[in-house]
């Protein structure tokens, strides 16, 4: 199955050269290039599964269709959003965005001016994003691997490239798979798909994934199944996670306002055994 993206035609059917996804991927259209006609893969099989290589690509246009851009990451500069992803493990964005904010108020949103506050003074200016105790070490954990090692520069810490980043980024204590990707993707601008909670949701209660997938398996599915890119991954994961608050929610989701209720098995969504 060739899944390459093209900017010109190649599918001649009417449905196959309507399926365009706008500015999504890029500054000029394109469309989805498959070698067989995209219609029909999108029709389920018996079981009400649909054909692997399509799904991904299908549900970003129906979720971009029902949503559209979602203009993530909320950070004014890459550093803020390093501290932001370091802040924002257990609690709101709205919670993150008052920390930030003392962060600002006090000229500290700087690698070397944050990481020379002492830890007392930090935990109080963290004090909004909660657990500021936890999350106050845990940033400086961070502050000391790119002073130590970068000398505080963001350009010479992403110029490392991905994988081997991506691996230096985990050894630090306190940094996490989803920080580490939302690091690399959003300041970064590295093609490292992050996945969350409503990632593991929406793709588990659709069949996609199992319910026991971890989250380098998911992840490396949604990296198989759609381009290396970073504009991609961006919206993609900001849109799952849009569905996952409006529509496909923990408890009593509300499948029939889903632009994703089409796609699920014909018995409706699966549940943990």
């Known amino acids: 199955m060739n899944t390459r993206l093209s900017s010109g035609r190649r599918d001649s059917c009417q449905y ?25 893969l999108l029709e389920p099989d018996r079981r009400g599964r649909y054909h692997e290589s399509v799904i991904l690509t ?69 004090r909004p994003a909660g657990y500021f105790r936890v999350k106050a070490r845990r940033l400086r954990s961070l502050l000391q691997f790119l002073v130590d090692r970068y000398d505080g520069s963001l350009e010479a810490m992403f110029a490392i490239g991905l994988p ?10 306190g ?38 997938a971890d989250y380098h398996q998911i992840q490396d599915y949604v990296q198989s199944e759609l381009p290396a890119d970073v504009p991609t991954y961006n919206e993609f994961h900001a849109l799952l996670v849009r ?12 499948c029939a306002e889903c632009p994703l209720r089409g796609m699920l098995p014909k018995s409706g969504p699966l549940k943990r055994e």
């Open 175 to 212: 940094v996490g798979p989803e920080t580490a990707d939302s690091i690399l993707l959003y300041a970064g601008r590295l093609p490292s798909f992050v996945v969350d909670a409503y990632t593991h949701r929406v793709f588990s209660r659709h069949g996609w994934i199992d319910f026991d």
């Open 16 to 40: 196959c050269s309507a399926v365009r996804c706008g500015n999504v991927l890029g500054e000029s259209a394109v469309i989805f290039s498959f070698s067989t006609c995209w219609a029909r």
């Open 243 to 254: 569905l996952g608050k409006d529509c496909c929610r923990k408890r009593n989701p509300k």
């Open 58 to 126: 299908e549900v970003y246009r129906r979720l971009f269709d029902a949503f559209g851009p979602q203009h993530w990451w909320p950070g004014e500069t890459a550093f803020e959003m390093i501290v932001g992803a370091m802040l924002t493990q257990n609690t709101s964005w709205q919670n993150v965005e008052r920390a930030l904010a003392n962060l600002r108020d006090a000229d500290l949103l700087e690698p070397h001016a944050l990481y020379a506050v002492p830890v007392e003074e930090l935990e109080e200016l963290l």
């Open 164 to 173: 081997d980043l991506r691996q230096q980024l985990l050894d630090v204590h």
